[in-house]
């Protein structure tokens, strides 16, 4: 029984930045904007939550620092695509490469340094149920905050007036523009909100899921947020379920090269990655779901006409 | 509300300037719009109405000039603006969303924060009372464009505005559609709302507008009563000449002449979740004649040239056959290779590669039917020959143009399609295949490409047009098919054909029913 | 509040289209300046230490050579690609299974010697990277998949994959248990072209080759019109009945070729041998080679002697300076970041505006750019 619980909360840690980043990302492309740089952003979080924890002792403003310095990198991809009109694609992967580099040039410092964890929740009496008690009243802050985000984003995008016009954006940015919608600014918003997530995403890499700072360690996390959105079809509850199949995907191998199963371990290592491939290629065979949910304007850049 | 509503106009604009760039779109137009009158804007394509009315409603903003709403100075800086004063707008190319329902689609263009249910049965209800029958729950993207046209009607009025804009709002309808609006802007003239009544179509406008203001080359170049005029003098204002009238000479013998364009039954899945299915579609095109398709857009009109031309394969090769060989089985470069030519709908994007120069957009149709004289042996491209063909045919067109080979999207719209339509007749195709040939191309222009297209089928070729414009159809076609949710009636020979018939099967009558509900009518 | 406002230009801007890269390379400098400053180097010297020193001597030049084949060999396939608006970027694993492919003859046959083991091996590389790139493109024109994040995922399988190689049937096993395959033969290993001068091999040739081919496909010949028909707008390319789904092919089984043949010229070549990282991330630095160089696979020459000179400062300040050497991951990304930004410049002018004047007169300063009306 134990087991099974460690093993859940296990999946629920590895499954918390996915959903956290691509929760994200999903606002973010729902207002017809492709950020790739989910990778940069998030591994910019995770160098600055460690740092600043580090530096001032507190996991907590580690975290702060987390959310602000992705939210400010994304702000440069909303300048370059959404002021500059620039390729999306290129610019997410250019934020992505530069995200990587300073990310290492900062870290340079940090490596082999001890880090500050975010303690779990510990509330007497209710952690200590058995079993239940662990699972819904003993996991880390983000964990509670990637459940609410899930729900929230859930609710803003189909229960509000924004969120039907940020939807509305993603549809068609030149009807929404002729209705005296402000595309450009609701796309910032969306953007800075995509990287504020990718942020907290990557502050959970480094002040929760491994404490330290190792150089690229966001391991292409940033990357299968974004196969999730798809995988998800641009819906958060979806999004959720597929965070957590990949978390267990990405526990499962760790688990099974911790027991010695007797397949290479780069083999099993590269199973997430695998798993993305294979679970893109099945979601892409249904070619109306896909048609139906894609934000038409996805990737397009928007000049408004004045 | 404002205290002289009586003494003046409900609105009035002075010297309203808009420069983009080196083109003066509007050049100190001056307009008055009086309470409880349709007022008609007039001018051919490229007269600047759209840009004029998308000031009024904030879309654009102006270089210079006023704005007067109720006798005050205003300034419309967005659309936002432009509602709050009182100002609808129903635009040509609807602003809606395909993946939203008609209710949220209304939701979004009324600034108050009540819920979207509620908002759906308030439309639902005026929907009702001025006959225009609409289901908010539906999914845009499902709608025929008349439907769509309701909700961006619907959508206006919901917010009781004092001044209705309506841009070009009869392209998309049948003649049959086309009456039922004239009724609804009937009524809401009688309620005292004004409305502004944009249109290229002189007899629509006689009979429904109080006053017009025509705009040539982005100037006012005069103020009439529609209804003094006639239309023949409403167009040389509108033109500033006289067009060249198309001339269609009779075809003899065309009974026994070959088929050079067959279509049997031709069927078609939809493609895609909005597209329109192909149902057994057959139709005949003889040499030295032209047949015209006629329909309501979104009634399967790309879905058919798409497969006519190849750009989509058929299952059965003998459902397209060109030149008695079959041709379904044929990609679109096969299919030329057996002397058919096409010019599809878009003109950017579709005939022509907006950011290509003219002559490699030559290469883009010719690539394989002049093969030898454009692409040497080892696949090099022959740029010296295929500068001088891009010059005949310039020449042949007269495409005017600023620059000795400039990029597709550098010429206007009517330059362009004389040449993509040039660019075909170059090579004297005996099958001609034409999607929409003028549409939103200047008078002039589209004068000449009709009379090519006569000319072309005189000479000895098959040319099938497909087009929306039903005056276009009935100058230039020997015959005339409809096309109605994705199928296609008999032609009516053009001697029996009138606009009401034609009118009836665009909006879906039975072809054998055709001349009963005419009668009972 | 200022915000800015394009207006779209009527054609490119020739001029801008030459400047763009020597605007971007000057703001790099810029913000390097910056950045040195910030982390306490006098910025000239910073710079004489990164950008002149590591090529103020001959053998420098074949080092430089020996950074700038394989991103130009990369990136001019990849150009191809992103003009064909196919987004292959997953050249880092092409490079990788490239090297792996190409390896198999000295690794598992090193008896099998002569002057065929050089040319087999390379098209085995090409091979090995051609055909992992059509992994991507099959699951692109099969399925619809998304090419980007499938390419991406496959670089870090193929990195595995060599890890297990050279850590495991492939380790030398006179290697002393340090994970690499044996040191190539004689005849496996690329020679180099002047070898009293410097370490410089064939791969820099290949480069130059290769470059000069695809500028003349591109610029020349009817392929290149396909390429750049069914990139720019794909149903005018679809129109001319050219196919989109043997395009995407195209483009991934050419980029992954030479992809892969970079991959076999550096393991040859600059190495030697297998080891478990064969690439200091040319794959994707070869990305923003492409870029820089304006896709147009002259400019890439000039592009990767740029980007291979960030890879020798970064070393240079790394031992002369004690700056991490990451500081030349920082370069390469800023200068994409700004190279896409001046980009804009050769299709919009871009304006100023303050958010709280237009009023009618305030903004009828007269625009001297012509704007393209709306054309439809």
């Known amino acids: 029984m134990d087991i099974t619980v460690n093993i859940l909360l296990t999946i629920a840690t590895a499954a918390t930045p996915l959903l956290i980043a691509a929760i994200g990302e999903l606002v973010v492309e729902r207002s017809g904007v492709l950020n790739l740089g989910v990778e940069g952003m998030m591994i910019m979080g995770a160098v600055g939550g460690f740092g600043v924890g580090h530096l001032t002792g507190s996991p907590w403003i580690g975290l702060l620092a987390a959310i602000a310095l992705g939210a400010v990198f994304s702000l440069l991809f909303a300048v370059m695509t959404l002021s500059l009109a620039t390729n999306q694609v290129a610019t997410g992967l250019s934020l992505t490469l530069l995200g990587l580099g300073l990310s290492g040039m900062i870290g340079t410092s940090f490596v082999g340094q001890p880090g500050e964890r975010l303690p779990n929740l510990d509330i007497p009496g209710l952690t200590s149920i058995p079993v239940i008690g662990r699972l819904l009243f003993g996991q880390d802050p983000i964990f509670y905050i990637s459940i609410a985000l899930t729900a929230a984003v859930m609710w803003f995008l189909f229960k509000t007036r924004t969120g039907l016009t940020l939807r509305s954006i993603g549809d068609s940015h030149t009807s929404a523009h002729a209705l005296g919608i402000h595309v450009i600014r609701y796309r910032y918003l969306a953007v800075i909100f995509g990287g504020a997530c990718a942020g907290l995403a990557g502050g959970h890499l480094s002040l929760v899921y491994t404490p330290q700072w190792v150089e690229n360690m966001s391991a292409g996390r940033g990357w299968i947020a974004l196969a999730l959105v798809v995988f998800a079809s641009w819906r958060p509850w979806r999004v959720l379920a597929g965070a957590y199949i990949f978390g267990a995907v990405w526990i499962g191998q760790l688990h099974a090269q911790a027991f010695g199963i007797p397949v290479p371990s780069q083999f099993l290592s590269s199973l997430p990655y695998l798993a993305t491939v294979v679970v893109l290629v099945l979601i892409s065979r249904n070619k109306r779901l896909t048609m139906m949910n894609t934000p038409a304007s996805l990737g397009q850049p928007f000049v408004p006409d004045r | ?521 | ?376």
């Not at chain 2, 086309?178 to 249109?199: H, Q, V």
């Not at chain 3, 306490?40 to 080092?63: D, K, M």
Request: glycine share 10%; net charge neutral; proline share 5%.
């Open chain 3, 1 to 376: 509040m200022m915000r800015l406002e394009l207006v779209k230009r009527p054609q490119r801007s020739q001029l801008f289209s030459a400047l763009s890269p020597f605007i971007a390379f000057a703001l790099t400098i810029i913000a390097g300046a910056i950045m040195f400053a910030l982390l306490g180097v006098n910025p000239l010297t910073a710079f004489r230490v990164y950008f002149i020193e590591p090529v103020s001597q001959l053998w420098q030049l074949h080092e430089l050579a020996i950074k700038a084949a394989p991103l130009i060999l990369i990136a001019v396939g990849l150009s191809v690609c992103y003009k064909a608006n196919v987004w292959n970027i997953g050249a880092e694993g092409q490079f990788i299974l490239g090297g792996i492919v190409g390896s198999i003859i000295p690794v598992l046959f090193p008896r099998f010697e002569g002057p065929l083991v050089l040319p087999l091996m390379l098209l085995l590389g090409m091979v090995g990277g051609a055909a992992y790139a059509a992994i991507p493109a099959l699951l692109k024109t099969r399925f619809g998949t998304n090419e980007i994040l499938t390419s991406l995922m496959l670089v870090y399988v193929a990195q595995l994959f060599l890890d297990w190689l050279v850590r495991g049937p492939w380790r030398d096993p006179q290697g002393h248990g340090f994970p690499q395959t044996i040191q190539f033969g004689d005849s496996a290993v690329l020679p180099e072209l002047m070898p009293d001068a410097g370490r410089a091999n064939w791969g820099f040739v290949f480069a130059l080759v290769a470059a000069v081919l695809i500028w003349i496909l591109m610029s020349r010949m009817l392929k290149g019109f396909e390429v750049r028909v069914l990139g720019s707008s794909p149903r005018a390319g679809r129109f001319a009945g050219f196919g989109l789904n043997r395009m995407v092919f195209f483009a991934f089984l050419l980029s992954g070729a030479l992809a892969g043949l970079a991959g076999i010229s550096e393991v040859s070549g600059a190495i030697g041998q297998l080891q478990p990282v064969i690439s200091p991330g040319y794959g994707f630095t070869a990305i923003i080679v492409a870029f820089l160089g304006r896709l147009n696979p002259l400019g890439i020459v000039a592009a990767g002697l740029v980007l291979a000179l960030t890879y020798l400062g970064g070393e240079a300040v790394q031992s002369a300076l004690g700056i991490s050497d990451k500081v030349a991951r920082v370069f390469q990304g800023m200068l994409l970041f700004f190279v896409l930004g001046c980009d804009t410049l050769i299709h919009y002018r871009i304006r100023l505006v303050g958010l709280a004047l237009t009023k009618p007169e305030g903004a009828a300063k007269l625009e001297s750019a012509p704007k393209l009306k709306e054309a439809r």
């Open chain 2, 1 to 521: 509300m404002s205290a002289n509503q009586d003494g003046t106009n409900l609105l009035e604009v002075r010297g309203l300037t808009k420069i983009f760039g080196t083109l003066t779109a509007c050049d100190h137009i001056d307009l008055d719009i009086a309470r409880g009158e349709i007022h008609a804007l007039l001018g051919e394509n490229g007269a600047g109405k759209s840009t004029l009315v998308k000031m009024l409603f904030g879309s654009l903003e102006p270089n210079s000039g006023e704005i007067f709403w109720n006798g005050q100075a205003v300034r419309i800086s967005s659309p936002g603006v432009a509602k709050k004063l009182g100002i609808g707008m129903v635009f040509q190319h609807f602003s809606l969303f395909e993946a939203l329902t008609a209710a949220e689609n209304i939701a979004l263009s009324l600034d108050d924060g009540s819920p979207i249910s509620s908002i759906a049965a308030k439309a639902r209800a005026l929907s009702f009372s001025y006959g225009l029958p609409l289901d908010p729950e539906s999914l845009v993207g499902d709608l025929s464009v008349g439907e769509r046209q309701r909700i961006e009607i619907i959508r206006c009025l919901l917010q009781t505005p004092q001044l209705i804009i309506l841009d070009e709002p009869t392209s998309v309808l049948t003649p049959q559609e086309a009456d039922k609006l004239f009724e609804t802007l009937e009524r809401l003239r009688s309620e005292g709302k004004s409305i502004l009544y944009i249109s290229h179509r002189l007899e629509e406008v006689k009979r429904i507008c109080d006053r017009a203001t025509v705009l040539r080359h982005g100037k006012v170049v005069g103020h009439c009563n529609p209804r003094e005029e006639t239309a023949s003098s409403l167009a040389r204002m509108m033109v500033g000449n006289e067009v060249q009238a198309v001339v269609r000479a009779p075809v003899e013998g065309i009974a026994t002449a070959q088929s050079l364009l067959e279509i049997r039954n031709l069927s078609r899945k939809p493609a895609t979740p909005f597209s329109i299915p192909l149902k057994n579609i057959s139709l005949n095109v003889r040499a030295g004649e032209v047949i015209g398709i006629a329909g309501v857009a979104g009634n399967g009109q790309g879905e058919f040239f798409e497969s006519v031309s190849g750009e989509v394969l058929q299952q059965d090769a003998a459902s397209v056959r060109i030149r008695g060989k079959d041709a379904g089985g044929l990609t679109i470069t096969g299919r030329r290779l057996l002397g058919a030519a096409f010019v599809p709908e878009e003109r950017l994007g579709h005939g022509a590669a907006p950011r290509m120069k003219l002559s490699e957009n030559l290469l883009l149709s010719r690539h394989a039917t002049d093969g030898k004289a454009f692409v040497s042996g080892g696949g090099m491209v022959n740029s010296a020959a295929i500068q001088a063909a891009a010059q005949r045919i310039i020449e042949a067109m007269d495409v005017r143009k600023s620059a000795p080979d400039p990029e597709a999207a550098a010429l206007s719209g009517g330059n362009l399609q004389k040449f993509i339509v040039g660019r075909e007749l170059d090579r004297r195709p005996s099958v001609m295949v034409v999607n929409q040939p003028t549409w939103g191309v200047d008078a002039g222009a589209a004068a000449h490409i009709r009379q090519a297209l006569i000319e072309l089928s005189r000479s000895g070729s098959a040319v099938l047009v497909i087009s929306q414009d039903l005056d276009e159809l009935f100058e230039i076609s020997d015959a005339i098919a409809v096309m109605h949710n994705g199928a296609l009636s008999k032609p009516l020979p053009i001697a029996e054909a009138t606009f009401e018939k034609v009118g009836l099967l665009m909006g879906g009558a039975e072809p054998g029913h055709a001349e009963h509900t005419l009668e009972t009518a």
